[in-house]
């Protein structure tokens, strides 16, 4: 069996660990930091042919560096795409993924349930360049769907599982409309990361991660990544070498680090979640909790179809409204109050007064997000301590 076969062969997590940079003179087991903004050329020619790019290599960091490369290379082999750029942020991927496909005129569908920051940038900013808009909610039909795709439609985005509520969309459905149309299905894939899902297997053609969640998992570094064909990539990477969001070859370092854990960790962290989903499903005080791997979930036979297993994110309503949940949020003793997630620490966010609170409270409602809903992401602690710390600050003995 030769070099290639065995390439084809290996399983995720081994492409996780083993998809390295060439090695250098040194002979290095684990990849160095190429901390340089720019490369040198061997002469004039080699410069010249370098920028006539006609030939494969690091000129500037802006482009490309070894780093970056890297990490790159490992989430293609995850997602089993073609080719990706790597963004110095999650919504600097969302925003150039837009910005380079996307022309004055033109026209997206998107899932209400996205992100606060994916809301404001098709609410506030893409209108500036004329690129409008329309939403279509979870439960809507494949054919309420595609009533709103028009001439002008060049693209359907979605989340799947959603934040904060972590709702699930049929992305096979997506992939079907987007393929009829002959329009761009573009995936945030980031709650899941690519160990539990890859939407390019339903037909996306792209996808896209905040590699800030669990990509790093330890809540150090802030990066985003767009993942697809060779063609579509080549126009992302052709506009944001020019507009300069480009990923830090130390945070691409820190991250290709952090993916050779990826698979036991996100192991652990749906372990601990579909415990805490149990737990809150029988308190008297919690008035309702979703998890895509609860039987209860309103998609959980969707989940199982298109997911290993149910991520890292549990949300859930404390009965008492607003006053409860403040309440809940300020008697929190072990786990953190903070927006992030993925992290190897649990962490309780309140989404309607942070994560999502640009959007106005008839927006909230339309996405199911109350006042009193609790997004926990739920980290690698104990279970019995991630337990303990939410049941007394429900008010348990």
């Known amino acids: ?51 006539a790019e006609e030939k494969d290599r690091n000129i500037y960091s802006r482009y490309s560096n070894p780093n970056s490369s890297e990490f790159i290379e490992r989430v293609c082999k995850m997602e089993g795409a073609e080719d990706g750029f790597a963004f110095a942020s999650g919504m600097a991927a969302v925003f150039n993924t837009f910005a380079a496909l996307l022309e004055s005129g033109d026209h997206l569908v998107s899932s209400r349930n996205i992100f606060g920051s994916t809301h404001s940038l098709l609410t506030q900013f893409l209108p500036k360049w004329k690129i409008s808009h ?21 693209m359907i985005y979605a989340e799947s599982p959603t934040n904060p509520g972590v709702d699930i969309l ?39 991660h905040s590699g800030t969640k669990l990509m790093d998992g330890q809540g150090r570094v802030l990066a985003g990544i767009t993942v697809g064909s060779h063609e579509l990539i080549d126009k992302i990477y052709r506009f944001s070498r020019i507009t300069g969001p480009a990923l830090s070859p130390f945070n691409a370092w820190i991250l290709s680090r952090s993916l050779e854990t990826l698979a036991v960790r996100v192991d652990r962290h749906c372990e601990n979640a579909l415990a805490l989903a149990k737990f809150l499903e029988k308190h008297p005080k919690i008035k309702r909790v979703k998890y895509p791997f609860l039987p209860s ?94 049941a007394q600050a429900l008010g348990e003995e």
């Not at 609170?357 to 991630?386: A, F, N, Y």
């Open 134 to 154: 329309d939403y279509f909610g979870i439960t809507a039909t494949e054919e309420e769907i595609e009533a709103l795709i028009r001439p002008e439609t060049k």
């Open 1 to 51: 069996m030769d070099k290639i076969q065995i390439m084809k062969k290996r399983e995720f997590e081994t492409n996780a660990i083993r998809t390295q940079m060439e090695r250098s003179s040194f002979l290095e087991h684990s990849s160095p930091v190429y901390l340089t903004s720019s490369f040198v050329f061997e002469d004039a020619e080699d410069m010249r042919a370098s920028f």
């Open 170 to 208: 049929d992305l096979q459905l997506l992939g079907k409309l987007a393929k009829k149309h002959g329009i761009l299905l573009v995936v945030d894939n980031c709650f899941a990361s690519p160990y539990l899902q890859q939407p390019l297997k339903f037909g996306a053609d792209l996808v896209i």
């Open 297 to 390: 979930h309103p998609q959980y036979k969707l989940a199982k179809k298109q997911m290993k297993a149910g991520g890292c994110v549990v949300a859930f309503e404390v009965e008492g409204g607003l006053k409860a949940g403040r309440r809940f949020f300020d008697a929190i003793r072990l786990l953190s109050l903070s927006a992030n997630l993925g992290d190897t620490r649990s962490i309780v966010t309140h989404p309607a007064s942070t994560t999502h609170s640009k959007l106005s409270p008839e927006e909230r409602q339309e996405t199911g997000i109350t006042d009193g809903l609790v997004r926990v992401s739920v980290g690698l602690e104990h279970i019995e301590d991630i337990i303990a710390d939410i």
